[in-house]
């Protein structure tokens, strides 16, 4: 199986800046996608951000466009999310999670708290 670890999260005032790692013990980028998601306290999970680098796809919700950036590291199994701009709304639990597409995911981390500060 695979396991996945977040790290990164913190408490950042708004406008400041973050960037999520999600670890990996193997990562087959060339066939799996590779997500972020984050919930707050009384609020459905939203998907954040999505790469897909054997379909081509890469993914980012409405409300962190042009804020948030996804990438990869094949050789060190690590996943980004940097986070710029943020504010007081992004503040979740932040988590990464793997699977066959962007619409299925097989195996989650546990996720990481963002807390952003007015």
């Known amino acids: 199986d695979v396991q996945l670890v977040e790290y990164g999260g913190g408490l950042v005032q708004a406008g400041g800046s973050l960037r999520l790692s999600c670890a990996a013990n193997?990562?087959?980028?060339?066939?799996?996608?590779i997500g972020w998601f984050r919930q707050a306290p009384g609020k459905e999970r939203e998907t954040v951000s999505c790469?897909?680098?054997?379909?081509?796809?890469?993914y980012y919700a409405d409300s962190v466009k042009g804020r948030f950036t996804i990438s990869s590291d094949k050789a060190k199994s690590l996943v980004y999310l940097q986070m710029n701009s943020l504010k007081p709304e992004d503040t979740a639990e932040y988590h990464c999670a793997t699977g066959p597409g962007c619409l299925e995911f097989d195996f989650w981390g546990r996720g990481t708290q963002v807390t952003v500060s007015s």
């Open positions: 193997a990562f087959p980028f060339d066939h799996y996608a």
């Open positions: 790469l897909n680098g054997g379909a081509g796809v890469t």
